[in-house]
Nanobody, 124 residues
């Protein structure tokens, strides 16, 4: 059974750092892309960062709001993705959802899978 196991979130002071992680478990799938989206109450889920692996190496995408402050990385052996968040701001407060796009070998379509979410609060 496919699962995404997310790390704990937490309360961080403005200007602080936090690293969150997410690891996939299960069999019968190959990962194409992993990443993090975030959501605040009353708003749609939005991209924070994603990372794919292609023939030329990893390709990363960042939301403008986090560029230069957040760094996404992945560990293929662990089937894990990490988000290092530095210089955190109160507006980074959100539930962060791990995302995985994968192929199951049965169809050519990319399948989506989501974690249950991590609360990250930036406040003094």
């Amino acid at each position: 059974q496919l699962q995404l196991v997310e790390s704990e979130g937490g309360l961080v002071q403005p200007g602080g750092s936090l690293k969150i992680s997410c690891a996939a478990s299960g069999t019968g799938f190959s990962i194409y892309i992993m990443g993090w989206y975030r959501q605040t109450p009353g708003n749609q889920r939005e991209l924070a960062a994603t990372i794919t692996l292609n023939a030329r190496g990893d390709h990363t995408t960042y939301a403008d709001a986090v560029k230069g402050r957040f760094t996404i990385s992945r560990d293929d052996a662990r089937r894990a993705v990490y988000l290092q968040m530095d210089s955190l701001k109160p507006e980074d407060t959100a539930v962060y959802y791990c995302y995985m796009g994968y192929f199951d070998g049965r169809t050519p379509d990319l399948n989506d899978f989501w974690g249950s979410g991590i609360q990250v609060t930036v406040s003094s």
